[in-house]
């Protein structure tokens, strides 16, 4: 046994020096700055291992993305034969002793990544560099069908650094670096539908025949909205039904104006609630429709108005008048005989004139509710 361990220990040592070795000879008059083009650009194949989603706030449009970049090329310059360094085919490098591909995130806001890190290479040439990374990016976000809406964000990889015509950035084909939806955690708030990688065609003009090429990885979103149909959608719903069963209340009731009233207030606090919860309320079918609501909420108060001054004032005919004052002189005679001290109770409405209210109500029940169908199906096909 003892001597068992000391032939293992022999061979560790053994290999150890000879990976020293290894590591000095290729090292040995190596620059990291030098692009190591063979005839032709660096094929640098790279893939993102997203692990987790989330939006910080979606007011500024400002998501997270948390995974690990993959990095994968060749460098002809640290090729060795296995058989003269005791049978070592894999080392690892400090990655601030040879060269890295420069890689950023086009649309990011700030990026979080480790300043060190080991790279693994093999005795082919082939290196590869794994490291976690941390993204707060920007993402263009369509709101019109909040909160039934689905968004889409981008995340672009490229080099400002090298054009085409010393490397050449493209998706890995590596299985375990292809974009997996089913592997991304999100928030509660969304989730993730899509998860794709495309390579974009470079140009620029100030670099002309080459460009820089990007790989950009396309996030597929769906909200959960669950929680917003109890918050949102079922209040909003029901306020402005509410508003045309307004016209519906008797023409000689005081309670419609304070209703109208009523629901009034609730649409604005539902429109303050919108503009809290997400940007941009005007650009929302759901905010287009609660500002609707509340145009035809004021109109209904205005009619609601109208018809309590004419129940109150009234708009009263000559033949009216004398019908009233007739009314109240026969029953001042008839307390007058029976001893009764009461004060005489004025008449009521002629019924004509409460018919005359209840067609206008009518009326304006019916033209709202076509005014609002309309103006409902304006909102909803005016972006399809």
Not at 43 to 52: I, R, S, W
Not at 349 to 354: F, T, V
Request: with cysteine.
């Amino acid at each position: 046994m003892t001597a068992s361990c000391c032939v293992l220990i022999t061979e560790t040592i053994s290999k150890t020096n000879s990976e020293t070795k290894l590591i000095a000879d290729l090292l040995a008059g190596y620059h990291p700055s030098v692009v190591p083009s063979d005839n032709g650009p660096v094929e640098v194949g790279m893939g993102f291992g997203m692990g987790y989603f989330d939006f910080i706030d979606e007011t500024k449009e400002l998501a997270i993305a948390n995974g690990f970049l993959f990095r994968f090329w060749f460098d002809h310059r640290l090729q060795w034969r296995a058989d003269d360094y005791n049978g070592t085919q894999v080392i690892t490098i400090d990655r601030n002793t040879i060269w890295v591909p420069h890689i950023q995130v086009e649309n990011s806001v700030t990026v979080k990544e480790p300043t060190d890190g080991q790279l693994r290479v093999l005795s082919s040439g082939r290196v590869s560099f794994n490291q976690p990374l941390h993204i707060e990016f920007i993402c263009d976000m369509d709101l019109t069908y909040f909160p039934y809406d689905k968004q889409s964000c981008n995340i672009e990889f490229g080099s400002f650094l090298y054009t085409t015509e010393f490397v050449n950035l493209t998706a890995s084909s590596y299985p375990f670096v292809i974009p997996n939806a089913s592997l991304v955690k999100s928030a509660k708030d969304f989730q993730v539908t899509t998860f794709t990688v495309k390579r974009n065609e470079p140009y620029s003009q100030f670099v002309a025949p080459y460009g820089f090429a990007d790989v950009t990885y396309t996030i597929g979103l769906k909200r959960q909205s669950n929680a917003y149909t109890a918050k949102l959608i079922i209040p909003s719903v029901l306020s402005s039904f509410l508003i045309l069963a307004t016209f519906l209340i008797p023409a000689a009731s005081n309670e419609k104006i304070t209703l109208c009233s009523i629901l009034f207030l609730c649409l604005l606090l539902l429109i303050a609630l919108l503009h809290i919860t997400v940007p941009g309320t005007g650009e929302t079918i759901l905010g287009q429709l609660l500002a609707f609501s509340l145009f035809v909420d004021f109109f209904a108060t205005i009619m609601a108005v109208v018809s309590y001054n004419i129940k109150v004032n009234g708009i009263w005919s000559r033949k009216d008048s004398d019908i009233m004052l007739k009314d109240i002189k026969t029953n001042g005679d008839s307390q007058s005989d029976s001893g009764d001290k009461t004060l005489v109770t004025p008449p009521s409405m002629p019924s004509r004139k409460l018919a005359w209210l209840r067609y206008i109500d009518a009326i304006s029940f019916i033209v709202f509710s076509i005014v609002f169908v309309i103006g409902v199906s304006v909102i909803m096909t005016q972006r399809e």
